[in-house]
């Protein structure tokens, strides 16, 4: 007994998904990263001001954000449990790193000799965006729990 | 590994790697490469390939392992 099924010009099984997913994966981290290339580039070695790029950065900023909320929200990056001190040192990191970044920006790469006030201001402005973008993250992973939890009950 | 159990359960069924295919909703790719072991397919799929050919998952996917 053969029985075929209506043949379709494009027939996608769990294999050919898997290899496109995986290749949309790469390529889109390889446009990822030669953005963020291109930016820094375009910030650091030609010396454009931030207003040239602006809105590719916005969108870089955004993407990046959202991919992460993502990944939390549907279970990519397991979190068993949230535990403060992880959060916390997760947010010393950021905000040393984005200082330093600062830091280099305008006194090393730029020249412009900000003053410790000057990056006070800078640095209150880096804690309060971490501290928003990392709210936001564990939002949503506790949101992605809650999902999972309902289907599973 | 080689799943010689599942091509001969295709063949006894009298059917091609295309005609399966077709009736698991798969390419003949996908069916070739499970029968040269080169693909592990999803639950899923092995279930709608044993259901076509009425075998069982462990005729079809099951290999003792020597200690």
Not at chain 1, 26 to 48: E, N
Not at chain 1, 93 to 121: E, H, P
Request: glycine share 6%; aromatic share 12%.
């Amino acid at each position: 007994m053969r029985q075929k099924n209506k043949k379709t010009f494009l027939i996608m099984d769990e294999r050919n998904k898997q290899i496109a997913y995986k290749v949309i994966a790469i390529m889109y981290f390889l446009t990822f990263f030669a953005i963020v290339g291109i930016l820094l580039y375009r910030q650091f070695i030609l010396g454009q001001e931030i207003d040239e790029f602006e809105d590719i950065a916005i969108i870089l900023t955004i993407n990046s954000l959202f991919l992460i909320a993502a990944l939390l929200y549907f279970g990519a990056i397991p979190i068993r449990r949230l535990k403060v001190k992880s959060i916390l040192l997760i947010y010393f990191v950021w905000v040393v790193a984005g200082s330093l970044f600062t830091y280099a920006k305008y006194n090393i790469f730029q020249g412009l000799g900000l003053s410790f006030k000057q990056l006070f201001d800078k640095l209150i402005i880096i804690v309060t965006i971490t501290g928003l973008i990392m709210g936001f993250w564990i939002l949503l992973s506790i949101l992605g729990k809650k999902r999972i939890d309902k289907e599973l009950e | 590994m080689e799943n010689i159990k599942l091509k001969i359960a295709r063949v006894e069924k009298g059917l091609s790697q295309q005609d399966l295919a077709d009736l698991v909703s798969a390419t003949r790719q996908t069916i070739g490469l499970i029968e040269k072991g080169k693909y592990n397919p999803s639950l899923n799929l092995c279930i709608r390939i044993a259901k076509t050919l009425d075998r069982t998952l462990n005729e079809l996917f099951w290999y003792e392992t020597k200690e």
